[in-house]
């Protein structure tokens, strides 16, 4: 399938290269370019070497929080009366992210074969891919690499001969961002509503059908025949410490070159966007960045100089989360920003718990009003104040993503705010206390 | 209630993914499959699926209020879905679903009176690094202008 | 369990380990807020009302579902605690209508109280709210939609607690709400449990609502009257009429539970039929209205001559036990006669004689609760006996007991039951038969059989239960109110008080049959219903009655009797524990039965000592086995206390005679269903039991 953007010498391309070959995602170019060696290698070792391969690559999910790979790994129990499940999240829904979409469409076989080998290392004898309504061409693409696997013995009955058996089936979801969150995402797989689950039990104890259930993200899963290839002290090497290896990072808004691009962690922010991305569009300055998704609060221009990994990015006071960067140039109007952000999450809050059903849809009309230019300047503060209240007390986290990013927004580009106002004729003038 | 024999199988086939006393497991697959080919989540759908699943047409209806892609009222033979998310409104997403609105005379939701085409501003559906995105029926446009989406609309035949 | 230290608001104190937070402080008389947690249902975490401070933890917790450990440090009135508790609500009240005067729920409104009790101040919501008209979704269940704080509640109780699952929950986020069964309307049990549980007033019932205002009433603690499984219910009052009927202090056996016929169904009391004024047939042969002295006069003169064993008295299954007792020692001694019995709806008789010599065979209703292990015979019992039914579903959501169920149709202990056997009610032995290897590795088990299980088959019940080599408990189950007490006073041919034995005389049906039958004395019970004929065209009968039911209307003389809302007195429930009737509203027009007899005896120059309920109680109390031991301050709160009837087996010295339920559904209660509108009106009236 053809490539949607061009790929970038400047790319370290891991688990993006078979990316744009002929026929990409058929189990022939799969097996002619590496394909199920990481699996033949696997087969012949224990549960646990397979893990602290994992643990030793430093990998860390992809999907946004970023959590240990291999620590995940260890926690689902060795021993276990019910069955054991593999989940893969490709929900994709996080705004500012489409590099799942791209994993399974040109390289479906080398999710499939992240799948057994996390298969492998928790004794897992079936599994689901639960993809997004939205993208119905993967779950065919899938379901046809999955058919091809069969055939060549790599999933089913004793695979490579082995008395290790597992199968692989696709899953729809039916169109809600919320159940990209793992709790979530098992009601769904179960057939119910959308909504998280109390924890713990974390899902590695009790997960799909109240079993213990490997879940991570399609990226996540994907990197690991890799580093069995490679094996994880070396994959381990292309990134930073405490952020193995390398990672898809979707850039889009105003820059000249958007696209999904492979990058070690720790590549520096500003290389990225200038060098890969050919800088911000149209002759313009940068005004702002949004690093991991819409859920990540954004970081002005001069907060931008700094490398790309969990802990940088972290201690700049946002989050690699998604991996999904969206640049905004000077002209960015952010009360329309925050409007689009906290409109996303108000339709996509899953309504179980009060702050965010109830908080989301405050903010939205209070932002609405704003942006409309019926603001008063009380609205400012409640606005930072209301997003305050939700944070840390929701249910789940889409509460917090909600609220980090306005609270963001009002605290670096008040001024914006303050302008809308201002330019509101019937805005009553800050009342002043007679004491 | 009869479907057509390929889904009638694809119905089959999807009872056995899941672990046995499980087959509740089946139903967002079964109602997203089947809306394609019924064309909306009927009334009379909802109760065929909960008997063949043993549900309540209750718990059936509890998880189609849910999900945003499955619709009680019929969409247009084409439902025209633009991104209007941050990714896309950096690059001209709202204005497109404007022109949308204009051009095809539709709101939100609405479908045209010949049933031939429906709108929706949509959240983000996976292709921000391409945007603006926009999707009728399962297919992707991707970078899409204002003259792109008009010619993408006068293709749309009955 | 292990215990562990914890330390709450700085007092240490000690818990279960992995006990509920918020369980441990209530516990300790410190209460956490909440909207979501609700004692025996299953975990939301969704108001976030109840969140918390504990030390170490980097946000705040949720109380309902944090687990207490070793060493927990926890803050529930801190700064940080306050104010998160404060913004909640300010978030709930941002959607809220703050029309709270002209709500039903006004007055016990939960979220009314928090809103005084943690003070939100003026609010700072400006935009506009949106607005759903309120449904209407049955007789009984209205729902109004922004004021649903989505709790959850209704759903969990109408699911875990009724074994319904009649609600649910559709849409998201903001707009997410409760549904009904049907789409838009309910097909349910129409409980109103829903209702009651609703901390807002979102689900109001279309009895209830907008008559009065909580504190405008008076709340009267009684015992439903309408099944025999006694469940306490706090009638609401106002100007003389009962306008409401729920437990909602959770005292008594049922805790908060009560069907629809306990909820709502006090409205025959109110009916335009009722009796106001006695009745005695003219020289036309038509009843014709008539003052209460002239009616007992011509009574009294009447049962004074044709006194002797050509009398007959059929006594009621809904009165009191001090009416009951008075009846029958009335009758055998003044009138002379031993032709004395009641409508028998279960074989509490054999039982009591089968496990004679044994103790603490006899299950109270605790032990359906708390039984490892449970076996329904013959009865469809959520539709029979909807609060045995309950227990038993709550037994095995908090205790995971084992069901079993041997029944001729499908019943809806089948969704819990470890196994059920489908077979004709006259076969349940043979099903029965067919458990005995589960049951048997039971550890323990009560058996609940209904009236296809009768003579030698109860015994053979018995053997079968006891073979089992565990310990084993029964419930006979009957009927109505006060089915067994009817048995237990001696309403019975040839069995007095107690059980003990008493000169033979007619059955009911002898007593329908023989046209040499003199007089006929009905209190309270309805034996010509469905066409039934008394074959002595010649004879006197008396009948004392609410309404003019068949019977009634084959009377010489007709007396407007009290209902059970309308007298004080006991009544003992289906496994015998006795509860105290206290009186709601006055009755116009009508007499309770005990003061009706005190009236006739007099009327006849007998001595009957001091005619009210607690003088008579005290007879009964000092004189019947089994009621001379009861704890009476548990019974003078409110309480329920078993009796203890076993003894050294019962006489043979009954006259048999049909044991039959009448089979009423939820929504049937006797000849009592059709003088309330409310069962009338709920869709799901006509109803068949194992559906
Ligand atoms: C609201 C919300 C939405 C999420 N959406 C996604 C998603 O679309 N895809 C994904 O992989 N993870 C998503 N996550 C993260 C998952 O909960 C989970 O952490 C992740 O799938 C675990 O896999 P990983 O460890 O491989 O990242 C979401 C989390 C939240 C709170
Ligand atoms: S924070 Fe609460 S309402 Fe929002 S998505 Fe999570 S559980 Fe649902
Ligand atoms: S009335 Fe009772 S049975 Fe009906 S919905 Fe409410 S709780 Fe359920
Ligand atoms: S109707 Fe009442 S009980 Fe039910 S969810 Fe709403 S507020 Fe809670
Ligand atoms: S179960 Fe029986 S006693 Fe309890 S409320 Fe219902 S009818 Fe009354
Ligand atoms: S923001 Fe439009 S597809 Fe992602």
Not at chain 3, 237 to 263: A, H, M, P, Q, T
Request: aromatic share 8%; charged share 20%; with cysteine.
């Amino acid at each position: 399938m053809k490539l949607f953007n061009e790929p970038s010498p400047l790319e370290t391309r891991i688990i993006s290269f078979r990316f744009g070959l002929e026929n990409s995602a058929s189990i022939d170019t799969y097996l002619a370019n590496d394909g199920y060696q990481a699996l033949r290698k696997a087969l012949a070792m224990t549960p646990d070497d397979i893990i602290n391969e994992v643990k030793a690559s430093n990998l860390r999910g992809r999907g946004g929080a970023g959590f240990p790979t291999g620590m995940k790994w260890s926690f689902v129990p060795r021993a276990s009366e019910k069955p054991k499940y593999i989940v893969v999240n490709a929900d994709e829904s996080e705004p500012g992210t489409c590099k799942d979409r791209l994993l399974i469409q040109h390289d479906p076989h080398q999710l499939i074969e992240g799948c057994l080998l996390g298969a492998l290392a928790v004794g897992a004898k079936k599994g689901w891919v639960y993809i997004r309504g939205e993208y119905n061409y993967l779950i065919h693409i899938m379901d046809k690499a999955i058919a091809e696997a069969y055939k060549h013995g790599y999933l089913g009955k004793n695979i490579g001969g082995t008395d290790f058996s597992f199968d692989l089936y696709t899953h729809t979801g039916a169109g809600a961002y919320e159940c990209g969150e793992e709790s979530a995402l098992l009601e769904s797989l179960e057939g119910k509503r959308g909504v998280p689950r109390i924890r713990p039990p974390f899902p590695a104890v009790s997960g799909a059908f109240q079993s213990p259930t490997l879940l991570n993200n399609v990226e996540t899963f994907s990197s690991v025949p890799a580093i069995l290839r490679m094996g994880g002290q070396a994959y381990a090497d292309l990134g930073v410490p405490k952020s193995g290896g390398t990672r898809l990072v979707c850039m889009s808004g105003h820059v000249n070159k958007p696209g999904v691009y492979e990058v070690p962690l720790g590549f520096p922010m500003m290389k990225f966007i200038n060098e890969i991305g050919g800088g911000v569009w149209k002759g313009r300055a940068l005004k702002a960045v949004i690093p991991g998704g819409s859920s990540s609060p954004l970081l002005k221009a001069e907060e931008c100089d700094i490398p790309m990994d969990y802990d940088s990015i972290a201690k700049a006071g946002s989050m690699l989360g998604s991996g999904g960067l969206m640049v905004m140039d000077e002209t960015t109007d952010m009360v329309k920003v925050a409007l689009r952000i906290m409109r996303f999450y108000q339709h996509e809050s899953c309504g179980w718990c009060i702050p965010c059903r109830e908080g989301t849809t405050w903010l939205k009309k209070m932002l609405q009003r704003v942006s409309d230019g019926h603001g008063q300047t009380r609205d400012i503060d409640l606005i930072g104040d209301l997003a305050q209240n939700m944070m840390g007390r929701t249910f789940c986290p889409l509460g917090d993503a909600a609220a980090m990013p306005t609270i963001a927004i009002v605290k670096k580009y008040r001024n914006e705010f303050e302008e809308y106002v201002a330019r509101n004729p019937f805005a009553a003038p800050e009342l002043v206390s007679i004491a | 209630m009869t479907f057509s024999p390929e889904l009638e199988a694809k119905f089959a086939d999807l009872i056995t993914h899941y672990p046995e006393g499980r087959q509740r497991a089946a139903l967002i697959p079964m109602l997203m499959f089947g809306q394609e080919e019924v064309g909306s989540i009927t009334n009379e759908f909802m109760n065929e699926v909960a008997r063949r699943l043993g549900l309540t047409p209750m718990q059936v209806d509890e998880v189609v209020g849910y999900y945003s892609m499955l619709h009680k009222k019929p969409m247009g033979k084409y439902h025209v879905q633009v991104c209007t998310n941050v990714a896309c409104m950096l690059r001209g997403g709202a204005e497109l679903y404007d022109h949308a609105c204009h051009k095809l005379g539709l709101g939100h939701k609405e479908v045209s009176a010949d049933g031939l085409v429906s709108l929706e501003e949509v959240e983000c559906m996976g292709a921000c690094s391409w945007a603006p995105a926009v999707q009728v029926n399962f297919d992707f446009h991707h970078e899409v202008t204002a003259d792109q989406l008009d010619t993408i609309l006068e293709g749309l035949k009955k | 369990m292990a215990l562990v230290n914890v330390t709450i608001n700085g007092v240490p104190v000690q818990a279960e380990n992995g006990a509920l937070l918020i369980e441990v402080a209530r516990q300790n008389g410190i209460e956490i807020p909440a909207f979501c947690y609700y004692e025996g249902m299953s975990l939301q975490a969704a108001c976030r009302m109840c969140l918390v401070e504990v030390e170490k933890a980097p946000k705040l917790m949720a109380g309902c579902t944090l687990p207490v450990a070793e060493g927990m440090v926890v803050r529930t009135e801190s700064e940080p605690v306050v104010k998160a508790r404060k913004t909640t609500l300010e978030f709930l009240l941002s959607n809220h209508p703050l029309d709270c005067p002209v709500c039903d729920k006004g007055g016990e409104c939960e979220l009314q109280d928090m809103t005084f009790k943690y003070g939100v101040g003026e609010s700072r919501f400006t935009e506009v709210k949106q607005h759903v008209p309120e449904k209407q979704w049955s007789p009984v269940v209205f729902y109004d939609a922004p004021r649903c704080i989505l709790c959850y509640r209704c759903v969990r109780v109408c699911n875990e607690g009724m074994g319904v699952g009649a609600l649910g929950i559709s849409y998201r986020g903001v707009n997410a709400e409760i549904i009904p069964s049907h789409g838009d309307h309910l097909e349910c049990d129409e409980c109103g449990s829903c209702i009651d549980i609703c901390p807002v007033g979102s689900l109001t019932s279309g009895i209830y609502r907008y008559k009065t205002r909580p504190w405008e009433m008076e709340h009267v603690g009684t015992v439903c009257t309408h099944c025999s499984n006694g469940c306490k219910t706090t009638l609401g009052v106002r100007n003389n009429e009962i306008v409401r009927g729920n437990n909602r202090d959770k005292s008594g056996i049922n805790g908060e539970f009560l069907c629809v016929k306990g909820r709502y169904a006090f409205d025959f009391t109110q009916h335009p039929e009722r009796l106001q004024t006695p009745l005695v047939r003219n020289e036309a042969g038509e009843l014709e209205p008539a003052s209460w002295s002239r009616a007992l006069k011509l009574v009294a003169e009447k049962f004074k001559a044709l006194a002797g064993p050509e009398f007959g008295v059929i006594g009621s299954t809904r009165t009191t036990n001090e009416e009951n007792y008075l009846l029958q020692k009335f009758a055998r001694t003044a009138l002379g006669t031993y032709s004395i019995d009641h409508h028998r709806t279960g074989d509490v008789v054999t039982l009591i004689d089968a496990l004679s010599g044994k103790t603490g065979q006899l299950a109270a209703i605790e032990d359906l609760y708390t039984s490892k292990a449970v076996l329904v015979v013959a009865s469809d019992l959520a539709q029979q006996h909807p609060l045995l039914a309950g227990k038993i579903r709550a037994n095995f959501r908090h205790h995971k007991a084992a069901v079993y169920a041997v029944t001729p149709g499908p019943v809806r202990e089948d969704k819990i039951a470890r196994k059920s056997i489908r077979i004709a009610e006259a076969d349940s032995l043979a099903g029965v038969e067919q458990l005995r290897e589960l049951l048997a590795k039971e550890t323990e088990l009560v058996i609940v059989f209904g009236d296809a299980v009768q003579g030698d088959k109860v015994r053979q019940l018995v053997a079968f239960g006891e073979s089992l080599g565990i310990p084993v408990k029964y419930i006979a189950l009957v009927d109505y109110a006060n089915s067994r007490g009817a048995l237990d006073m001696g309403l019975l041919p040839g069995l007095a008080p107690g059980y003990h034995a008493a000169a033979p005389g007619r059955s009911l049906q002898q007593m329908l049959d023989d046209s040499s039958l003199a007089a006929l004395w009905v209190v309270g019970a309805n034996p010509l219903k469905g066409g039934r004929k008394l074959a002595a065209s010649g004879a006197f009968v008396v009948v004392q009655d609410l309404f003019l039911t068949e019977t009634a209307q084959r009377a010489d003389v007709v007396l407007p009797a009290a209902s059970a809302y309308e007298k004080n007195g006991t009544v003992t429930n289906v496994c015998g524990q006795v509860q105290r009737l206290k009186k709601g509203v006055e009755t116009v027009g009508a007499k309770t039965d005990l003061a009706i007899i005190g009236l006739l005896a007099r009327g006849m120059g007998v001595d009957l000592g001091k005619v009210d309920a607690d003088a008579v109680f005290a007879e009964i109390a000092a004189s019947v086995p089994g009621y001379n031991q009861l704890p009476m301050p548990v019974i003078l709160t409110g309480g329920a206390a078993q009796t203890h009837p076993v003894n050294g087996g019962v006489p043979a010295s009954l006259v048999p005679g049909l044991i039959a339920s009448a089979r009423d559904t939820l929504f049937t209660t006797g000849s009592l269903t059709r003088y309330s509108k409310i069962l009338n009106e709920v869709l799901e009236k006509p109803g068949a039991l194992y559906r």
